[in-house]
């Protein structure tokens, strides 16, 4: 295993080290994920999944009228909105008037509800799960919510602050660089690799999952 200390100082070399250290995101802390509510991190869910393939600033833009029509993306009053007026939306001008992807607000509200009562709140869940297994949670978030396979669930987890690592392209590039994989992740066995690399370099560093994750990337890409 490549030591943390040789991909350090290659992002350093592209970028300088003071702006490496500035560029470099801080999760929150599990005290943190408990206290957010849970029409935050809906929010934040449904807001990554109709980000997905489209530009980002354009679903941004839009996004008040979504926390209008999904009032305040509450869960419960999510969950018992009627088929009637969730049909009403794919009308609405003001939103994304894509029908898979409305109806998946309303079912992961229902899911996330259902994993709250069970942790006292979705943020419980999230807190509870350890980063030595972060993979095995974006598994648990592609089985028990909609529309958040591939790298959606590891950038809602990002976008909600809960520490994790992404296999964007170009950390993808650099785990084959620095010879963790000889080829883009696409098993269930090569995430397991890239765990496996991560929960070394996270003992050796003590940095979060993803300032190693930002590092990596930018140890092989500007």
Known sequence: MTLFEAILQAARMRTGAAALELRLPQPKSATDLRATGDDRYLSLMSLRIFRAGLKHSVVDAKWPAFEEVF???????????????????????????????????RDNAATMLDIGAEHGGFGGWLAAWPGSDIVGLWE???????????????????????????????????????????????????RAGAQEAFNHWAAETQRPLCQLSMILALSVED
């Open 140 to 190: 648990a978030l592609a089985k028990r919510f909609s529309q958040l396979g591939g790298n959606s669930g590891p950038m809602f987890l990002r976008m909600a602050g809960k520490d994790t690592f992404v296999l964007s392209p170009s950390v993808a590039a650099a785990l084959q660089h620095w010879g963790v994989l000889m080829a883009p992740p696409k098993t269930r066995q090569d």
């Open 71 to 105: 009032h305040g993306f509450e869960p419960r009053r999510v969950r018992g909105m009627p088929d009637e007026e969730l049909e009403k939306l794919l009308g609405d001008s003001r939103l994304i008037r894509h029908g898979g992807k409305l109806k998946a607000v």
